[in-house]
C-alpha cells in the first residue's frame, strides 16, 4: 500500500528566527501590594521583564511615553530600555525576567507590549510553574520546560505584533550589533561602524536610530551598561574586572557612570540583586 507525506516550508525567516530564539529565563516573584518603588531610572538591564498584575496597577515612564501596567493584561517590557516606575494604587502583580538577545531583532519588540489575558492560554498558571522552575533544581528538563513557559508567554505576542513582517535585517545592521558586542572592550567610534554598513557617517546614524530608537553612541553605552550588569549578576569576577570586559577605561569612571544610572554602586547592586 501506498503512503502520503506531508513536508512544510522551512527556509523561511520566521522559522530560522524561532529555531534560534534564545530564552533564559532568569529570575521571578510575586509582588504584594507594592505601595512604590525606589525612585531612581533603570537604565540598560540586560534583562526583559514580563508583568501580570492581579490587583491594583503602576505605570512605567520612558523618556517618551508612559505605558500602564494593569489587571486583566499581560505586559512585555524589552530590555535595555530606560525607565522608572510610578504607583498608580497598591499593586499584587506576578513578574518574571529572562534573557534573550534575539527578540531585539522584531522592531514591534522594542517598546512596551501589552496584550488581555484572554490572548493567553491560562498565563498565571504559567507564570506560577515559572516561579515553581526557579526554585527547582537546574538541569536539562528544567531548562527545556521553562524556554517552553516563556514560548507559551510569548507566543501571542509574536502572533500580534510579528504579523507576517520578516525578522530584521540578517544584514549589515545586524552585523552591527553583533560588532559591538564583540568590541565593547574597545574605543568604538561611529564612522568604524558606519564602515561595515558602506554608508557615510551622517546617513549612518540617521538610519540606526530610526531602526533601533537610540543614537549609536547611547546604544553603545546601553550595551556596555547592560554587560557590567550581567557579569555583576552572573559571575564572581571583581568589580575591576568587570569594569574592563565592559569596556570601561578604568573602576573609578564605571563606579561614577555605573552609580548615576542606577542609583547604587556596582558592589551593592550584584549584593542586593534588586529586581522589581
Known sequence: MGGRGFSRKTDSPWQHFLGELDLEL??????????????????????????????????????????????????????????????????????????????????????????????????????????????????????LESKVILLRLLEPFLAAFGGDREPREAGAFSRVLDYIDLKLENDLSVSELAALTGLGRAEFSAEFRRRFGIPPKQYISTRRLSRAKMLLLRTPEPVKEVAAEAGYPNELFFYRIFRKYTGMTPGEYRRRNTFE
Open 26 to 143: 532568569f529570575i521571578g516573584g510575586i509582588g504584594l501590594q507594592i505601595p512604590a518603588w525606589s525612585q531612581h531610572q533603570f537604565s540598560g538591564d540586560p534583562y526583559w521583564r514580563l508583568y501580570l498584575p492581579v490587583e491594583g496597577e503602576f505605570q512605567l515612564l520612558f523618556p517618551e511615553e508612559s505605558f500602564p501596567v494593569e489587571c486583566g493584561k499581560v505586559s512585555l517590557v524589552p530590555a535595555l530600555r530606560p525607565f522608572r516606575y510610578q504607583p498608580i494604587a497598591p499593586c499584587t502583580h506576578l513578574w518574571l525576567h529572562f534573557m534573550s538577545e534575539k527578540l531585539r531583532f522584531l522592531p514591534a519588540f522594542r517598546g512596551p507590549l501589552a496584550l488581555p489575558e484572554t490572548e493567553f492560554d491560562h498565563p498565571r498558571q504559567l507564570f506560577r510553574r515559572a516561579l515553581n522552575q526557579l526554585k527547582g533544581e537546574v538541569g536539562v528538563a528544567a531548562a
